[in-house]
Protein backbone atom coordinates (compact mmCIF):
# COMPACT_ATOMS: atom_id res chain seq x y z
CA UNK A 1 0.00 0.00 0.00
CA UNK A 2 1.64 3.49 -0.90
CA UNK A 3 0.54 6.71 1.07
CA UNK A 4 -0.81 8.54 -1.99
CA UNK A 5 -2.41 7.44 -5.55
CA UNK A 6 -2.50 10.17 -7.99
CA UNK A 7 -4.48 9.39 -11.06
CA UNK A 8 -3.62 12.29 -14.04
CA UNK A 9 -0.44 13.11 -15.08
CA UNK A 10 -0.77 16.77 -16.10
CA UNK A 11 0.60 19.44 -14.21
CA UNK A 12 -1.94 19.52 -11.07
CA UNK A 13 -1.47 16.06 -10.53
CA UNK A 14 2.57 16.02 -11.22
CA UNK A 15 2.79 18.66 -8.91
CA UNK A 16 0.78 17.05 -6.26
CA UNK A 17 2.88 13.83 -6.87
CA UNK A 18 6.25 15.60 -6.22
CA UNK A 19 5.10 18.15 -3.12
CA UNK A 20 4.08 14.97 -1.15
CA UNK A 21 7.24 12.77 -2.33
CA UNK A 22 9.46 15.67 -1.63
CA UNK A 23 7.92 15.25 1.84
CA UNK A 24 8.77 11.50 2.49
CA UNK A 25 5.23 9.77 1.21
CA UNK A 26 5.13 7.17 -0.83
CA UNK A 27 3.48 8.06 -3.93
CA UNK A 28 2.28 5.98 -7.21
CA UNK A 29 1.03 8.71 -10.28
CA UNK A 30 -0.61 6.96 -13.22
CA UNK A 31 -1.21 8.13 -17.16
CA UNK A 32 -3.66 6.87 -19.29
CA UNK A 33 -1.57 8.07 -22.14
CA UNK A 34 2.29 6.43 -22.62
CA UNK A 35 3.89 9.90 -22.40
CA UNK A 36 3.04 13.45 -20.82
CA UNK A 37 2.04 16.73 -22.48
CA UNK A 38 0.31 14.92 -25.56
CA UNK A 39 -2.13 14.75 -26.64
CA UNK A 40 -1.62 19.02 -26.22
CA UNK A 41 -4.92 20.03 -25.39
CA UNK A 42 -3.59 23.77 -24.07
CA UNK A 43 -3.12 27.06 -25.60
CA UNK A 44 -0.16 27.00 -23.97
CA UNK A 45 -0.33 30.69 -22.35
CA UNK A 46 0.90 31.10 -18.92
CA UNK A 47 1.44 34.16 -17.25
CA UNK A 48 5.33 35.64 -16.04
CA UNK A 49 3.86 36.43 -12.27
CA UNK A 50 2.22 33.28 -12.18
CA UNK A 51 5.26 31.35 -12.90
CA UNK A 52 7.15 33.43 -10.76
CA UNK A 53 5.79 33.09 -7.60
CA UNK A 54 5.26 29.22 -8.17
CA UNK A 55 8.91 29.40 -8.46
CA UNK A 56 9.02 27.65 -11.77
CA UNK A 57 11.42 28.30 -14.61
CA UNK A 58 10.10 27.36 -17.58
CA UNK A 59 12.78 28.94 -19.42
CA UNK A 60 14.05 25.80 -21.64
CA UNK A 61 10.30 25.19 -22.88
CA UNK A 62 9.35 28.64 -23.73
CA UNK A 63 8.51 29.22 -27.39
CA UNK A 64 7.70 32.83 -27.62
CA UNK A 65 7.54 35.74 -24.89
CA UNK A 66 4.25 38.00 -25.34
CA UNK A 67 4.36 41.29 -23.80
CA UNK A 68 1.18 42.39 -24.29
CA UNK A 69 -2.92 41.55 -26.11
CA UNK A 70 -5.44 43.35 -28.06
CA UNK A 71 -8.70 42.68 -27.23
CA UNK A 72 -11.77 43.29 -29.96
CA UNK A 73 -15.12 44.07 -29.50
CA UNK A 74 -17.72 42.66 -31.83
CA UNK A 75 -17.54 45.53 -34.67
CA UNK A 76 -13.62 45.83 -34.08
CA UNK A 77 -13.37 48.64 -30.84
CA UNK A 78 -9.88 47.93 -29.74
CA UNK A 79 -8.55 47.88 -26.04
CA UNK A 80 -4.54 47.50 -25.84
CA UNK A 81 -3.07 46.03 -23.02
CA UNK A 82 1.14 46.42 -23.25
CA UNK A 83 4.19 46.79 -21.15
CA UNK A 84 7.47 46.99 -22.12
CA UNK A 85 8.99 43.75 -20.41
CA UNK A 86 7.20 40.25 -21.11
CA UNK A 87 3.99 39.53 -19.29
CA UNK A 88 3.25 35.74 -20.63
CA UNK A 89 5.02 33.26 -22.05
CA UNK A 90 4.22 30.91 -24.88
CA UNK A 91 4.82 27.18 -23.83
CA UNK A 92 5.70 23.78 -25.55
CA UNK A 93 3.01 21.91 -23.26
CA UNK A 94 5.11 19.09 -23.94
CA UNK A 95 7.97 19.92 -22.58
CA UNK A 96 6.40 21.80 -19.66
CA UNK A 97 5.17 18.53 -18.82
CA UNK A 98 8.15 16.67 -18.88
CA UNK A 99 9.81 19.55 -16.97
CA UNK A 100 7.46 19.09 -13.84
CA UNK A 101 7.57 15.04 -14.32
CA UNK A 102 11.43 15.28 -14.36
CA UNK A 103 11.21 17.11 -10.89
CA UNK A 104 8.71 14.58 -9.27
CA UNK A 105 10.39 11.50 -10.29
CA UNK A 106 14.20 12.88 -8.88
CA UNK A 107 11.95 13.84 -5.62
CA UNK A 108 10.87 9.61 -5.38
CA UNK A 109 6.89 9.69 -7.18
CA UNK A 110 6.96 6.62 -8.95
CA UNK A 111 5.07 6.50 -12.63
CA UNK A 112 3.24 4.59 -14.39
CA UNK A 113 1.95 5.23 -17.94
CA UNK A 114 -1.09 3.60 -19.84
CA UNK A 115 -2.63 2.95 -16.99
CA UNK A 116 -6.15 4.66 -16.46
CA UNK A 117 -8.17 4.97 -13.32
CA UNK A 118 -11.28 2.80 -13.45
CA UNK A 119 -12.72 2.70 -9.31
CA UNK A 120 -12.48 3.40 -5.92
CA UNK A 121 -13.64 1.51 -2.72
CA UNK A 122 -12.08 3.29 0.36
CA UNK A 123 -8.45 2.50 0.04
CA UNK A 124 -8.90 -0.29 -3.45
CA UNK A 125 -8.30 1.32 -6.56
CA UNK A 126 -8.95 -0.32 -9.50
CA UNK A 127 -6.93 0.71 -12.54
CA UNK A 128 -6.64 -0.86 -16.13
CA UNK A 129 -3.44 -1.34 -16.79
CA UNK A 130 -2.68 -1.39 -21.10
CA UNK A 131 -5.38 -4.35 -21.47
CA UNK A 132 -5.35 -6.26 -17.75
CA UNK A 133 -6.98 -4.81 -14.91
CA UNK A 134 -4.92 -4.46 -11.42
CA UNK A 135 -5.79 -3.73 -7.84
CA UNK A 136 -3.89 -1.08 -6.08
CA UNK A 137 -4.10 -0.04 -2.28
CA UNK A 138 -3.28 3.29 -0.97
CA UNK A 139 -4.66 5.84 1.92
CA UNK A 140 -5.75 8.68 -0.27
CA UNK A 141 -7.10 9.01 -3.60
CA UNK A 142 -6.31 12.61 -5.65
CA UNK A 143 -7.80 12.90 -9.07
CA UNK A 144 -6.01 15.24 -11.18
CA UNK A 145 -7.47 13.36 -14.61
CA UNK A 146 -8.39 16.43 -16.03
CA UNK A 147 -11.48 17.76 -17.38
CA UNK A 148 -12.83 14.18 -17.98
CA UNK A 149 -12.33 13.46 -14.32
CA UNK A 150 -12.99 9.46 -14.03
CA UNK A 151 -12.75 10.45 -10.02
CA UNK A 152 -15.06 13.15 -10.19
CA UNK A 153 -17.57 10.61 -11.35
CA UNK A 154 -16.61 8.40 -8.62
CA UNK A 155 -17.34 10.68 -5.82
CA UNK A 156 -20.87 11.60 -7.52
CA UNK A 157 -20.30 15.15 -8.96
CA UNK A 158 -21.63 15.69 -12.27
CA UNK A 159 -21.03 19.49 -13.77
CA UNK A 160 -23.96 21.20 -15.77
CA UNK A 161 -23.24 20.63 -19.36
CA UNK A 162 -23.44 24.93 -20.02
CA UNK A 163 -20.29 24.71 -17.32
CA UNK A 164 -17.99 23.01 -20.69
CA UNK A 165 -16.91 24.98 -23.61
CA UNK A 166 -15.86 23.30 -26.90
CA UNK A 167 -12.46 24.37 -28.79
CA UNK A 168 -10.69 23.70 -31.99
CA UNK A 169 -7.37 25.04 -31.97
CA UNK A 170 -4.64 25.40 -34.95
CA UNK A 171 -0.94 25.75 -35.75
CA UNK A 172 -0.25 27.74 -38.93
CA UNK A 173 2.11 29.55 -41.08
CA UNK A 174 1.19 32.66 -41.83
CA UNK A 175 2.34 36.76 -41.02
CA UNK A 176 2.00 37.23 -37.13
CA UNK A 177 2.73 39.81 -34.81
CA UNK A 178 5.23 37.99 -32.50
CA UNK A 179 4.88 39.81 -29.09
CA UNK A 180 0.95 40.23 -28.95
CA UNK A 181 -1.54 38.08 -28.67
CA UNK A 182 -4.75 39.04 -30.51
CA UNK A 183 -8.66 37.85 -29.01
CA UNK A 184 -12.10 38.26 -30.34
CA UNK A 185 -15.07 38.76 -29.05
CA UNK A 186 -18.48 38.04 -31.14
CA UNK A 187 -21.44 35.91 -32.24
CA UNK A 188 -19.32 33.34 -33.91
CA UNK A 189 -17.55 32.72 -30.49
CA UNK A 190 -20.87 32.33 -28.35
CA UNK A 191 -19.98 32.00 -24.87
CA UNK A 192 -16.67 32.33 -25.44
CA UNK A 193 -13.73 34.33 -27.71
CA UNK A 194 -11.40 33.68 -30.54
CA UNK A 195 -7.44 33.75 -29.82
CA UNK A 196 -4.31 34.19 -31.86
CA UNK A 197 -1.12 33.06 -29.84
CA UNK A 198 1.70 34.04 -31.61
CA UNK A 199 5.25 31.34 -31.39
CA UNK A 200 7.06 33.74 -33.78
CA UNK A 201 6.61 36.12 -36.81
CA UNK A 202 5.56 33.32 -39.08
CA UNK A 203 3.78 30.25 -36.84
CA UNK A 204 0.58 30.93 -34.63
CA UNK A 205 -1.71 29.08 -32.38
CA UNK A 206 -4.95 30.21 -33.73
CA UNK A 207 -8.41 28.98 -31.60
CA UNK A 208 -11.74 29.50 -30.78
CA UNK A 209 -13.86 27.97 -27.90
CA UNK A 210 -18.15 28.35 -28.20
CA UNK A 211 -20.79 27.20 -25.52
CA UNK A 212 -21.45 23.48 -25.35
CA UNK A 213 -23.23 21.97 -28.02
CA UNK A 214 -21.80 24.60 -30.91
CA UNK A 215 -19.65 23.24 -33.32
CA UNK A 216 -16.43 24.92 -32.62
CA UNK A 217 -15.23 24.06 -36.18
CA UNK A 218 -17.69 25.85 -37.76
CA UNK A 219 -17.61 28.90 -35.34
CA UNK A 220 -13.09 29.24 -36.75
CA UNK A 221 -14.19 28.79 -40.19
CA UNK A 222 -16.82 31.65 -39.43
CA UNK A 223 -14.24 33.82 -37.40
CA UNK A 224 -11.70 33.21 -40.00
CA UNK A 225 -14.29 34.42 -42.60
CA UNK A 226 -15.27 37.53 -41.00
CA UNK A 227 -11.60 38.74 -40.23
CA UNK A 228 -10.35 37.55 -43.62
CA UNK A 229 -6.98 35.39 -41.75
CA UNK A 230 -4.64 34.32 -44.36
CA UNK A 231 -2.64 31.27 -42.80
CA UNK A 232 -1.70 27.92 -43.63
CA UNK A 233 -2.79 25.02 -41.40
CA UNK A 234 0.38 23.04 -39.94
CA UNK A 235 -2.00 21.02 -37.65
CA UNK A 236 -5.38 21.05 -35.70
CA UNK A 237 -7.13 19.57 -32.20
CA UNK A 238 -10.00 19.87 -30.72
CA UNK A 239 -10.58 19.32 -27.02
CA UNK A 240 -13.26 20.49 -24.13
CA UNK A 241 -12.07 23.32 -21.36
CA UNK A 242 -13.38 23.51 -17.88
CA UNK A 243 -15.40 26.53 -17.88
CA UNK A 244 -17.75 27.30 -14.41
CA UNK A 245 -17.09 27.71 -11.07
CA UNK A 246 -14.90 25.33 -8.88
CA UNK A 247 -16.36 22.02 -7.88
CA UNK A 248 -18.34 23.34 -4.46
CA UNK A 249 -16.82 20.01 -2.73
CA UNK A 250 -13.61 18.72 -4.30
CA UNK A 251 -13.35 16.16 -1.08
CA UNK A 252 -15.42 12.94 -0.68
CA UNK A 253 -13.49 10.87 2.50
CA UNK A 254 -10.42 9.84 0.92
CA UNK A 255 -10.24 11.14 -2.56
CA UNK A 256 -9.56 14.73 -3.36
CA UNK A 257 -10.07 16.62 -6.42
CA UNK A 258 -7.63 18.89 -7.99
CA UNK A 259 -6.95 20.97 -11.58
CA UNK A 260 -9.22 21.04 -14.15
CA UNK A 261 -11.11 17.77 -12.44
CA UNK A 262 -12.34 20.14 -9.70
CA UNK A 263 -12.64 22.91 -12.44
CA UNK A 264 -9.53 24.84 -11.05
CA UNK A 265 -9.34 27.13 -14.45
CA UNK A 266 -10.33 30.76 -15.09
CA UNK A 267 -13.84 31.17 -15.99
CA UNK A 268 -12.24 34.24 -17.77
CA UNK A 269 -9.64 33.08 -20.04
CA UNK A 270 -10.10 29.41 -19.94
CA UNK A 271 -6.63 28.68 -18.19
CA UNK A 272 -5.76 26.30 -15.43
CA UNK A 273 -2.14 25.64 -15.33
CA UNK A 274 -1.22 28.40 -13.07
CA UNK A 275 -4.57 28.13 -10.83
CA UNK A 276 -4.50 24.37 -10.68
CA UNK A 277 -0.80 24.43 -9.68
CA UNK A 278 -1.10 26.58 -6.88
CA UNK A 279 -4.37 24.38 -5.77
CA UNK A 280 -1.67 21.02 -6.40
CA UNK A 281 0.43 23.15 -3.95
CA UNK A 282 -2.38 23.32 -1.43
CA UNK A 283 -3.89 19.92 -2.34
CA UNK A 284 -0.63 18.32 -1.02
CA UNK A 285 -0.17 20.47 1.85
CA UNK A 286 -3.29 19.25 3.17
CA UNK A 287 -2.63 15.71 2.27
CA UNK A 288 0.64 15.93 4.55
CA UNK A 289 -1.11 18.06 7.67
CA UNK A 290 -3.43 15.18 7.39
CA UNK A 291 -0.31 12.52 7.85
CA UNK A 292 1.65 13.79 10.26
CA UNK A 293 -1.16 16.12 12.31
CA UNK A 294 -4.24 13.96 11.94
CA UNK A 295 -5.32 17.28 10.87
CA UNK A 296 -8.79 16.03 8.38
CA UNK A 297 -8.83 15.81 4.83
CA UNK A 298 -11.82 18.49 5.34
CA UNK A 299 -8.62 20.81 5.95
CA UNK A 300 -8.46 20.69 2.36
CA UNK A 301 -11.25 22.62 1.36
CA UNK A 302 -10.63 25.38 3.75
CA UNK A 303 -7.19 26.12 2.57
CA UNK A 304 -8.13 26.45 -0.97
CA UNK A 305 -10.88 29.36 -0.04
CA UNK A 306 -8.47 31.84 -1.75
CA UNK A 307 -7.79 30.36 -4.80
CA UNK A 308 -11.85 29.51 -4.63
CA UNK A 309 -12.61 33.05 -3.77
CA UNK A 310 -10.57 33.97 -7.31
CA UNK A 311 -12.01 31.38 -9.50
CA UNK A 312 -15.11 32.21 -8.32
CA UNK A 313 -14.53 36.03 -9.37
CA UNK A 314 -13.17 34.55 -12.56
CA UNK A 315 -16.78 32.86 -13.27
CA UNK A 316 -18.42 35.76 -12.05
CA UNK A 317 -17.10 37.77 -15.10
CA UNK A 318 -17.39 35.15 -17.36
CA UNK A 319 -21.22 35.16 -16.66
CA UNK A 320 -21.40 38.74 -16.78
CA UNK A 321 -19.99 38.74 -20.21
CA UNK A 322 -21.37 36.61 -21.52
CA UNK A 323 -24.55 38.02 -20.83
CA UNK A 324 -23.90 41.28 -23.28
CA UNK A 325 -25.63 41.34 -26.74
CA UNK A 326 -22.86 42.26 -29.47
CA UNK A 327 -24.22 45.98 -29.40
CA UNK A 328 -24.09 46.22 -25.41
CA UNK A 329 -20.36 44.76 -25.74
CA UNK A 330 -19.37 47.25 -28.49
CA UNK A 331 -20.90 50.22 -26.07
CA UNK A 332 -18.72 48.69 -22.96
CA UNK A 333 -15.37 48.87 -25.16
CA UNK A 334 -16.29 52.68 -26.51
CA UNK A 335 -16.41 53.52 -22.65
CA UNK A 336 -13.43 51.43 -22.28
CA UNK A 337 -11.01 53.52 -24.52
CA UNK A 338 -13.08 56.70 -23.19
CA UNK A 339 -11.78 55.97 -19.64
CA UNK A 340 -8.04 54.74 -20.79
CA UNK A 341 -9.10 51.29 -19.19
CA UNK A 342 -6.21 49.62 -21.34
CA UNK A 343 -3.44 51.81 -19.83
CA UNK A 344 -4.64 51.11 -16.45
CA UNK A 345 -4.74 47.52 -17.38
CA UNK A 346 -1.05 47.63 -18.50
CA UNK A 347 0.20 48.59 -15.14
CA UNK A 348 -1.93 47.15 -12.77
CA UNK A 349 -3.93 44.26 -14.49
CA UNK A 350 -3.37 40.96 -13.49
CA UNK A 351 -4.53 38.09 -15.90
CA UNK A 352 -4.39 35.38 -13.12
CA UNK A 353 -5.86 37.20 -9.83
CA UNK A 354 -7.80 39.95 -10.72
CA UNK A 355 -8.97 40.58 -7.17
CA UNK A 356 -5.15 42.48 -7.21
CA UNK A 357 -6.61 45.03 -9.40
CA UNK A 358 -10.72 45.52 -8.92
CA UNK A 359 -10.20 47.00 -5.97
CA UNK A 360 -7.64 49.67 -7.27
CA UNK A 361 -10.54 50.31 -9.94
CA UNK A 362 -12.89 51.20 -7.73
CA UNK A 363 -10.47 53.77 -6.23
CA UNK A 364 -10.54 56.00 -9.87
CA UNK A 365 -13.02 58.81 -10.77
CA UNK A 366 -12.52 57.56 -14.19
CA UNK A 367 -13.92 53.77 -13.77
CA UNK A 368 -16.72 54.90 -11.75
CA UNK A 369 -19.36 54.79 -14.29
CA UNK A 370 -18.18 51.01 -14.56
CA UNK A 371 -19.60 50.47 -10.90
CA UNK A 372 -22.41 48.51 -10.75
CA UNK A 373 -20.63 46.09 -13.19
CA UNK A 374 -17.80 46.02 -10.83
CA UNK A 375 -19.68 46.05 -7.74
CA UNK A 376 -21.33 42.44 -9.37
CA UNK A 377 -17.44 40.98 -9.16
CA UNK A 378 -16.41 41.30 -5.71
Given at each position: MCAVFVAGAGPAGIMTASELSKNGWDVTLIEEHPNVGTPEHCAGLLSVTGLRELGINANNCTVNEINGAEIFSPSGHKILVEKDVPVALVISRKEFDLMLLKDA??????VEFESKLIDVRKENIFIQKKNRGELRKAKVVVGADGVNSRTREIIGVKPDKSHYLNSYQIRANGSFESKKVKLYLGSFAKGF????????NSIARIGIAT???????????????????????????SFKIPCGPPINEPINNNILLVGDAAFHAKATTGGGIIMGLNAAKICARAIDSNFRNNTGLENYKFLLKPITKELILHWKMRSYLNKLSENTLDKLFIRAQKANLGEFLSEHGDMDWPSRFIPKMLSKPRFWGFLPMLLRFR
Open positions: IKNGVKFAWIIPENSFGINPKEAFDEFKKKYLLDFEKIEES
